[in-house]
C-alpha cells in the first residue's frame, strides 16, 4: 500500500504537480528521447498520485509549500522499467530513433501506447502477474501493428538493435501471454490466436 499522505512530503518537483519518487531516477526513462521521456514519467505520475484522496494530496502540497513527493510501490516501478526498457529496445523498429528529436504528435502517440499497457499491466501485476521487458516487447509490437502471424513478429522484433529473436523465443513468449496466473489462481489472457491463426492482443 501506498504510505500515508502525511508520510510523504519530501519536494522534489517546481511545478506544483506531484512527481513519483524513484520514476525520475530510472536509467531506462533517461535514455529514451528527452521529452518524450518526460511526459511517460508525467503520465506515469498521474495513474499513481490518483490512488491518493483529493484530501491526501492536498496535505502533501501544504506541507511541501505546493510541491509534492510521491513514493511509487517497487511493482510500479518494476512495472515502468520493464515497459521503458522494451519502449528502448523496440526504437529501431518503428517507434522512433533513440537520438532523435520527436515531434509532440510521435510524443503524444507513443505516451498514449506505453500509458494504456501501462494502466493494464498494473492492474495484473497488483495481483500478482509477473511480466518481463521481452514479453513488453511483444505487447509494444502487436499493439504498434496489430494482429502479426509469429515470423513477422519475428520479423518486427529483428529490427531491434541488441538482440536475435527466433520463431521458437517469440513462440514461448505469445504462450505466457495467453495464460497469465494470477495470485489468486485465476488465467488472464494478455494475447491470443486471431481467426485467421495470427497473435493479437486482449484487453490491452
Known amino acids: 500500500m501506498p504510505r500515508r499522505a502525511e508520510d510523504i512530503t519530501d519536494s522534489r518537483t517546481t511545478t506544483g504537480q506531484p512527481t513519483a519518487g524513484g520514476l525520475e531516477d530510472l536509467q ?19 495513474i499513481i498520485a490518483d490512488e491518493y484522496e483529493g484530501a491526501e494530496l492536498e496535505t502533501i502540497f501544504t506541507k511541501g509549500k505546493g510541491r509534492g513527493y510521491l513514493v511509487v510501490r517497487d511493482e510500479d516501478l518494476g512495472l515502468f522499467d520493464a515497459l521503458c526498457t522494451g519502449l528502448q ?6 517507434f522512433f530513433l533513440i537520438d532523435s ?11 498514449a501506447i506505453i500509458i494504456t499497457a501501462f494502466k493494464v499491466l498494473r492492474r495484473l501485476v497488483q495481483k500478482g502477474a509477473v511480466v518481463d521487458p521481452s514479453q513488453i516487447q511483444v505487447i ?6 496489430g494482429a502479426m502471424s509469429v515470423q513477422e513478429l519475428v520479423k518486427w522484433l529483428n529490427k531491434t538493435d541488441n538482440k536475435r529473436w527466433t520463431a521458437h523465443r517469440v513462440n514461448a513468449l505469445l504462450k505466457t501471454l495467453e ?3 494470477l495470485v489468486d489462481g485465476t488465467i488472464v489472457t ?3 490466436k486471431t481467426s485467421d491463426g495470427r497473435w493479437g492482443l486482449r484487453g490491452i
Do not use: D, W, Y
Open 28 to 46: 531506462s526513462i533517461k535514455q529514451l528521447p528527452r521529452g518524450l521521456g518526460n511526459r511517460l514519467m508525467s503520465e506515469g505520475t498521474k
Open 140 to 145: 509494444l509490437a502487436l499493439k504498434k501493428q
Open 179 to 181: 495464460c497469465v496466473r
Open 101 to 111: 528529436h520527436l515531434p509532440p504528435a510521435a510524443i503524444g502517440s507513443i505516451t
Open 190 to 192: 494478455l494475447a491470443g
Open 89 to 94: 529496445a523496440a526504437a529501431g523498429a518503428g
